[in-house]
């Protein structure tokens, strides 16, 4: 069975300051992961994923994140907020044999304040 | 472009009619999936299939049925529908079970059953 942890369903940051929306999951093996991205009514869209090589995954509009195996972890961190990054971000793994289903966490909403 | 498309985007029903909601992908994928997105449980998947003829279960499909009679359209039933399943209501496609797993969302259809 797979879980995906997000920790924090709430998270506020100031504009210019650093973002990081933490992401654990559970897989007994190498799992897929990625990041989605969800403005107010709309669907949701990918910000990055990680399947194998680098651990370190750049994405769109300055976001990355980075798979910690050893942690279990693939947190998402920006360097610097911007207004428009205000949404709602879901974390979601898939692995092996179920590649075409994703299990996603229970998502955290980004508020930026100017 | 391809894309994909719900409708309808808002629906207002009432308890126990039936409703069906539309899907329809023109990326010719063979993966399609149902989610619905609640406040607090982010998205849970409903039912997926991964070509036609070919139709599963996901974590809350009781009171749901899809059918895939070909590759672009994956319709969602609501046999008789409960104020329980007032929700928002995504449908995404993905390549196939050997891809990386990215899925791509429509934009949603809101759901209010009275």
């Known amino acids: 069975a797979q879980s995906v942890t997000q920790l924090g369903s709430h998270v506020s940051v100031s504009e210019g300051a650093l973002v990081l929306l933490r992401c654990n999951y559970s897989?007994?093996?190498?799992?897929?992961l990625f990041w989605y991205v969800q403005y107010p009514n709309q669907g949701l869209q990918l910000l990055l994923k990680?399947?194998?090589?680098?651990?370190l995954v750049k994405g769109i509009n300055g976001f990355e994140a980075e798979f910690k195996k050893s942690e279990t972890s693939f947190h998402l961190t920006k360097p610097s907020a911007h207004m428009s990054d205000a949404a709602e971000y879901f974390c979601?793994?898939?692995?092996?044999?179920?590649?075409?289903?994703?299990?996603f966490g229970r998502g955290t909403q980004l508020t930026v304040w100017p | 472009d391809a894309e994909i498309t719900q409708s309808p985007r808002h629906k207002i029903t009432e308890t126990g009619r039936q409703v069906t909601l539309a899907c329809h992908q023109t990326?010719?994928?063979?993966?399609m999936f149902w989610y619905r997105q609640d406040l607090g449980h982010g998205l849970r998947l409903i039912h997926y299939?991964?070509?036609?003829?070919?139709?599963n279960k996901g974590e809350v499909s009781d009171g749901y049925s899809v059918s895939r009679s070909n590759t672009e359209d994956l319709p969602l039933t609501l046999e008789s529908a409960a104020s329980s399943q007032t929700s928002v209501y995504f449908c995404?496609?993905?390549?196939?079970?050997?891809?990386?797993?990215?899925?791509?969302f429509g934009e949603g259809s809101r759901l209010t059953v009275l």
């Open positions: 995404a496609s993905s390549r196939d079970r050997r891809g990386t797993g990215e899925l791509f």
């Open positions: 897989s007994s093996v190498p799992p897929y």
């Open positions: 990680y399947t194998t090589g680098a651990t």
């Open positions: 990326w010719n994928h063979n993966n």
């Open positions: 299939s991964y070509g036609v003829q070919d139709t």
């Open positions: 979601a793994v898939a692995r092996g044999s179920t590649l075409g289903r994703l299990y």
